[in-house]
Structures are given as C-alpha cells and as structure tokens.
C-alpha cells in the first residue's frame, strides 16, 4: 500500500505554501495531489489559489513526489487548453504528474462559467461531458496533432509537441462510482479513485462503509471484463475525509484504517494535509508519525 497526501491551495506560496510540499517529500509520501476547484465549500470565502500553477511551483520545490490534481473536472476546464498545460507541467516536473479527473459536482465553481441564473449542469449533462472530456484529452496527450467534432468539444488541428514525459502520456486517476464513470475508468484509467459513498458518509457505520467501497470494487472489476482489462492494471485509490470513520484521530485508528482498506483491494489510500480550524483539522504530530510510521506498522 501506498500513503499519500493532498495539500489545499489555500495559502500564498511565500507564507508556508511551499514549505508544506517541501515537508510532503521530506516525509515520504508517494505523492501529494490538490484539489483542481475555483473555490470549495467552506474555503470559498478565503485565499484559494489555481492548481495547475501551484503544481508547477511544488514541481520546481521537490525533487521526487509524485504531484497531481484530485480532481480535475470538465465544469470548468477544456480539454484543449488542460492538455496544453498538463504537458508543460509534466515536462517541468521531469514526469511526475498523475492527472486525478472526474465528473465534477454541483458546488460553488460549477456555475462560474454559466450566465447568471443559469441551473448547473443535471448529473446526466455532467456524465455526458465527461464521456467526450476523457477520450478527448487521451488523444491530445497521446497524438501530435488532433481534430474534433463533437457535441460538446471541439478542437481543429491542435498541436500538442513534444508530448508528456510519460509515455504515451502522464496516468489517469478517474474518479468514478456510476456505471458511465467507471466505464471510462476501464478503459482510459492507470487508475481508479472513490471518496467512499456519499449518501452515507455522516451516518454510516464504519461496516457500512467498507462494504460500500468493495461494492464499488467488484463493480470496477465487472467494468474492466466488460473492456477486456484485468482490473488489477489499475490502482486503487481511496480520498479519506468523506466516510464515516476518522482515520486521523490516532495512529492506531488510522493503521487499523489502513489495514481494512488494503485487505478491500486499496492500494493508495491518500490524507488531507491538516488545516486548522476546518473539517480538514488534525494533529499534526500524529498526522506526521502516520506518514513515517503507519505502513511500516501493516508490515
């Protein structure tokens, strides 16, 4: 199993934005990844910065941690301008990018780029972008030169020279539940990405929660036959923060976390960099001592 972490971009650079991924390598996380949002929730009101910029800089800060988005969505994103600039970012950091994408949600950035008034999209116009987004942005990671005419996407002979680092591009991270999603997950993802399930992350039990994440499992495995994949191609990766367990509470809550999830099939299980006074709050020390201690303690 691998640890990693996500460190929201929610402070200047100069005042402790980069001593936070700087501390992220030191500590030995396989990567730390931030959210790719206009605002978010409750930190809508206060700083948020952009996340493909705070990526380059953390790319030009640390020297081996893996960096990516979790996640990126088609809300307010085009994938003609997200390719360009992914394929900069992943030469900057000397191939270190994971691109986590997914169909987005309904919160405050999803309606920045609407007229005023205007409904967000319904989850099936979210699911409909996203099933043209992702085959889109696989070809213009992966060809030199591409034209589409699409029903929501267009791009006319966009040139995408030299291409990523990776080959044939930077790895895809989908973030999918519903049967579309993990469709594309199949069939574009290096891996998979679940927050646990939604409808009950405040009142599930812990049992509760788990079954739900092995569920979602057995239904990527019947979505990677369906493509002629072995589901075992794509890593497993599981946001904490949203299930009903609290896994930073304590060492020993979060080993114990860790354990049940590996034996679910989790191979990545990522944590939110604490931030005080938020849902996202936590003690650091023992934040710390998970990073250098928790996997060694699994064995």
Same mark, same amino acid.
């Given at each position: 199993?691998?640890?990693?972490?996500?460190?929201?971009?929610?402070?200047?650079?100069?005042?402790?934005?980069?001593?936070?991924?700087?501390?992220?390598?030191?500590?030995?996380?396989?990567?730390?990844?931030?959210?790719?949002?206009?605002?978010?929730?409750?930190?809508?009101?206060?700083?948020?910065?952009?996340?493909?910029?705070?990526?380059?800089?953390?790319?030009?800060?640390?020297?081996?941690?893996?960096?990516?988005?979790?996640?990126?969505?088609?809300? !307010?994103?085009?994938? $003609?301008? @997200?390719?360009?600039? /992914?394929?900069?970012? %992943?030469? #900057? *950091?000397?191939?270190?990018?994971?691109?986590?994408?997914?169909?987005?949600?309904?919160?405050?950035?999803?309606?920045?780029?609407?007229?005023?008034?205007?409904?967000?999209?319904?989850?099936?116009?979210?699911?409909?972008? !996203?099933?043209?987004? $992702?085959? @889109?942005?696989?070809? /213009?990671?992966?060809? %030199?030169? #591409? *034209?589409?005419?699409?029903?929501?996407?267009?791009?006319?002979?966009?040139?995408?020279?030299?291409?990523?680092?990776?080959?044939?591009?930077?790895?895809?991270?989908?973030?999918?539940?519903?049967?579309?999603?993990?469709?594309?997950?199949?069939?574009?993802?290096?891996?998979?990405?679940?927050?646990?399930?939604?409808?009950?992350?405040?009142?599930?039990?812990?049992?509760?929660?788990?079954?739900?994440?092995?569920?979602?499992?057995?239904?990527?495995?019947?979505?990677?036959?369906?493509?002629?994949?072995?589901?075992?191609?794509?890593?497993?990766?599981?946001?904490?923060?949203?299930?009903?367990?609290?896994?930073?509470?304590?060492?020993?809550?979060?080993?114990?976390?860790?354990?049940?999830?590996?034996?679910?099939?989790?191979?990545?299980?990522?944590?939110?960099?604490?931030?005080?006074?938020?849902?996202?709050?936590?003690?650091?020390?023992?934040?710390?001592?998970?990073?250098?201690?928790?996997?060694?303690?699994?064995?």
């Amino acid at each position: 199993m691998r640890l990693s972490t996500v460190i929201l971009p929610d402070r200047r650079w100069s005042e402790g934005g980069r001593e936070s991924w700087q501390r992220a390598e030191e500590l030995g996380f396989h990567a730390a990844y931030t959210y790719d949002h206009l605002s978010w929730r409750s930190f809508r009101d206060g700083p948020w910065f952009g996340a493909i910029p705070t990526l380059t800089a953390a790319a030009c800060a640390t020297s081996r941690l893996r960096l990516g988005t979790l996640v990126t969505s088609p809300n !307010f994103r085009h994938p $003609v301008t @997200l390719a360009k600039e /992914l394929i900069s970012l %992943d030469d #900057v *950091s000397g191939g270190r990018i994971t691109l986590g994408i997914g169909a987005g949600g309904s919160g405050f950035d999803a309606t920045a780029l609407l007229p005023a008034g205007q409904e967000p999209w319904t989850p099936r116009e979210r699911a409909d972008h !996203f099933a043209e987004f $992702v085959p @889109l942005l696989d070809r /213009l990671l992966t060809q %030199d030169v #591409v *034209s589409h005419d699409g029903e929501r996407y267009s791009a006319t002979e966009v040139r995408n020279i030299p291409g990523c680092v990776q080959r044939p591009r930077l790895p895809f991270a989908v973030a999918a539940t519903g049967p579309r999603g993990l469709r594309l997950a199949a069939r574009y993802g290096q891996a998979w990405v679940t927050t646990g399930d939604p409808k009950i992350a405040e009142t599930g039990t812990p049992a509760q929660s788990r079954a739900a994440i092995a569920g979602q499992i057995e239904k990527l495995g019947k979505a990677c036959a369906e493509a002629d994949r072995d589901v075992a191609e794509l890593d497993k990766i599981l946001l904490t923060g949203f299930c009903p367990e609290r896994p930073l509470e304590s060492f020993d809550a979060f080993v114990e976390f860790a354990g049940a999830h590996a034996e679910l099939g989790i191979d990545e299980i990522v944590i939110h960099w604490p931030i005080a006074d938020s849902i996202f709050a936590a003690d650091m020390a023992v934040f710390e001592k998970i990073a250098t201690e928790a996997l060694a303690q699994l064995g």
